[in-house]
């Protein structure tokens, strides 16, 4: 089992940066895909990144592909998301999820229902 915990959000304005991490508790983090989930108000859950288990292959949604880049530190326990030329668009509550995701299928990873563990989310609001 895991515990996640997400930290890094704040308000920002469009064109700005901001770092999201997701600390893990257990030793067996490195054995974890790991995701970064959206959720904005009114509007369901929607996938943003996720990382392998190696952080060989790393995994897009098509909205922040080029702006937003995952990664993971398996000596810190930590994964990453780091964002760049944030849009008001980008707006929600940012959760991180694991889970012992194996597939080496894109879709896999894009689906929340396949993660067991999240984190409590942390709030990005971006102003215009």
């Known amino acids: 089992q895991v515990q996640l915990v997400e930290s890094g959000g704040g308000l920002v304005q469009a064109g700005d940066s901001l770092r999201l991490s997701c600390e893990a508790s257990?030793?067996?983090?490195?054995?974890?895909?790991m995701g970064w989930f959206r959720q904005a108000p009114g509007k369901e859950r929607e996938f943003v990144a996720a990382i392998t288990w190696s952080g060989k292959n790393t995994y897009y949604a098509d909205s922040v592909k080029g702006r937003f880049t995952i990664s993971r530190d398996n000596a810190k326990n930590t994964v990453y998301l780091q964002m760049n030329s944030l849009k008001p668009e980008d707006t929600a509550v940012y959760y991180c999820?694991?889970?012992?995701?194996?597939?080496?299928?894109?879709?896999?990873?894009?689906?929340?229902?396949?993660?067991?563990?999240w984190g409590q989310g942390t709030q990005v609001t971006v102003s215009s």
């Open positions: 999820a694991a889970d012992h995701l194996s597939s080496s299928y894109y879709y896999t990873y894009t689906i929340a229902t396949a993660y067991d563990y």
């Open positions: 257990g030793r067996t983090f490195s054995s974890y895909a």
